[in-house]
T-cell receptor, first 114, second 111 residues
Framework: DAGITQSPRHKVTETGTPVTLRCHQT?????MYWYRQDPGHGLRLIHY???????DKGEVSDGYSVSRSKTEDFLLTLESATSSQTSVYFC?????????????FGPGTRLTVL | SQELEQSPQSLIVQEGKNLTINCTSS?????LYWYKQKYGEGLIFLMM?????EEKSHEKITAKLDEKKQQSSLHITASQPSHAGIYLC???????????FGKGTTLSVSS
């Protein structure tokens, strides 16, 4: 258990509304990630962070923004949700400094945009 | 950009049978990660392979890395219903900043 929680776990919203998903970790890992998982596409990187206020774009960043004001929290915001953003969103942390640099994942947030 | 292709996309095996899942990279592999996902849940890290020819085992699951073929295989011996789920392979992107993933292989085990 890498101490990763995501909130909310489920959300239904309407097109055009803003949505913020939260990822919280308890172990002070530097790297945090947001992925989305869709049938036929697998897991795709949205944004990642390599420290407080240090973020960068991933493969599918359009329509998303992120913020990291504290080490433990990484927020993903959909400024104006669209139906194409209906997906399952996973947060991950990277255990840097050991041999494998493996990523550990949170339980996911299922978002439905109507 | 690098892509990971998994095969098969899905398979159904009878309990007790062996099976193999393959993951092939379009570019040089610098470490290959295997994850398992139960439906509706997050990904569970299984193992990571770093060097060509490396082989690791976790319970009845064995993974191998063939660096020359840019390929990894995941072999399950004597499958059980608890092995059912989605298996995903991942590899570090070129910048080394994140993982990219294959689309996954869905495994069903019938009893």
């Amino acid at each position: 258990d890498a101490g990763i929680t995501q909130s909310p776990r489920h959300k239904v919203t309407e097109t055009g509304t803003p949505v913020t998903l939260r990822c919280h970790q308890t172990e002070n890992h530097r790297y945090m990630y947001w992925y989305r998982q869709d049938p036929g596409h697998g897991l795709r990187l949205i944004h990642y962070s390599y420290g407080v206020k240090d973020t960068d774009k991933g493969e599918v960043s359009d329509g998303y923004s992120v913020s990291r004001s504290k080490t433990e929290d990484f927020l993903l915001t959909l400024e104006s949700a669209t139906s194409s953003q209906t997906s399952v969103y996973f947060c991950a942390i990277r255990v840097a400094g050991n041999l494998y640099n493996e990523q550990f994942f949170g339980p996911g947030t299922r978002l439905t945009v109507l | 950009s690098q892509e990971l292709e998994q095969s098969p996309q899905s398979l159904i095996v009878q309990e007790g049978k062996n099976l193999t899942i393959n993951c092939t990279s379009s570019k040089t592999l610098y470490g290959l990660y295997w994850y398992k996902q139960k439906y509706g849940e997050g990904l569970i890290f299984l193992m990571m392979l770093q060097k060509g020819g490396e082989e690791k085992s976790h319970e009845k699951i064995t993974a191998k890395l063939d660096e020359k073929k840019q390929q990894s295989s995941l072999h399950i011996t004597a499958s059980q219903p608890s092995h059912a789920g989605i298996y995903l392979c991942g590899a570090q992107n070129q910048a080394g900043t994140a993982l990219i993933f294959g689309k996954g292989t869905t495994l069903s085990v019938s009893s």
